[in-house]
């Protein structure tokens, strides 16, 4: 009678694991990952704000991607660029800087801007990266020019201008410039 | 829709910790497919929000409604240095430069309700 009890006990533990390792693999597959988009929205900072409140300021491109890392809920995703000038910043001299974007892929999820994609290498823009190593949206370089929002530079506009006008680079070069003195 | 329920874990929070750059608010959505699954809103602690127009304060009704309309999937009438094609542009909802001193955006303007009916009507 002992031995009988004993032995379905031990069938009982035996479906009871099975069970859970079935289940557990049913619920899961390794490979699958969270899939996340985000959206954000910035406060309305002008050029001179940036240029005051961000420890770094450069133009350059985009050199390097990666890695990405999980915090919290969201994905960091380190960026390098190649500096062609630094207006602002610990060595004046630097050839490269980096900085993080949010979104990206890593082991457990793959988070996406839901309005286009992560920024890419080779793309040339006005760097401004705030002490915590984020930077502020915007401010890329298309066909040698920079699209400027009337909140970023308001002086820059006239009436007639609306809300948005394209400067050349080096245009924009000599505003940053003048600002960071 | 956004109280955390049994289903799923809908939120709107002033996280403890901002993971997110300078942003103001910020919205993420779990995916499946095409499906959003879950939708969390979340307001930089730092950020100094209110209720209504005032100096230097985001009003936090409109800043709301802009993160809303990414959990209900619609994207900006424009990214930040990018031409907008929207006759409203300053005006939208969906407007990615949260305004201060203003309750003007939580008004919706054509862009975001026809972005909201195409979505879900002609999608």
């Known amino acids: 009678m002992k031995m009988l009890l004993k032995r379905a006990f031990a069938l009982v533990i035996t479906i009871g694991v099975t069970a859970s390792i079935l289940s557990a693999c049913a619920a899961k597959p390794a490979s699958s990952k969270i899939t996340r988009t985000f959206s954000a929205c910035y406060a309305a900072k002008t050029v001179e ?9 450069v133009h350059g491109k985009v050199s390097k991607i990666g890695p990405s890392s999980d915090v919290g809920d969201t994905v960091h995703t380190a960026v390098e660029v190649a500096v062609q000038e630094q207006f602002k910043g610990n060595s004046q001299t630097a050839k490269t800087c980096s900085y993080w974007e949010v979104g990206g892929e890593t082991d457990t999820q793959v ?18 990266i705030f ?51 | 829709m ?14 403890l910790v901002w993971n ?26 730092d950020a100094p929000f209110t209720v209504g127009a005032a100096y230097g304060q985001y009003d936090i009704q409109s800043v709301i409604t802009h993160e809303a309309g990414h959990a209900l999937g619609i994207a900006h009438c424009h990214e930040i240095g990018e031409s907008c094609f929207s006759s409203t542009c300053s005006l ?3 407007n990615p430069i949260a305004q201060t001193n203003s309750i003007q955006r939580r008004t919706l303007q054509q862009y975001d309700s026809a972005s909201y009916i195409y979505i879900y009507l002609y999608s």
């Open chain 1, 49 to 57: 704000e940036l240029c005051k409140e961000c420890v770094t300021v």
């Open chain 1, 111 to 128: 988070v996406t801007p839901t309005d286009g994609a992560l920024i890419t290498v080779g793309q040339e823009a006005f760097f401004f």
């Open chain 1, 131 to 181: 002490k915590d190593g984020s930077r502020y949206p915007g401010y890329y370089v298309k066909d040698g020019k920079v699209t400027l929002e009337q909140f970023m530079k308001p002086d820059l506009f006239t009436s007639s201008d609306g809300n948005f006008k394209s400067i050349s680079v080096e245009k924009f070069t000599d505003i940053v410039r003048s600002c960071v003195k």
């Open chain 2, 2 to 15: 956004f109280l955390t329920s049994g289903e799923s874990d809908n939120v709107i929070a002033k996280p």
């Open chain 2, 20 to 45: 997110y750059g300078d942003a103001i608010g910020y919205c993420d959505i779990i995916n499946s497919g095409s499906t959003i699954e879950q939708a969390s809103i979340y307001l930089n602690p």
């Open chain 2, 92 to 94: 939208n909802a969906m």
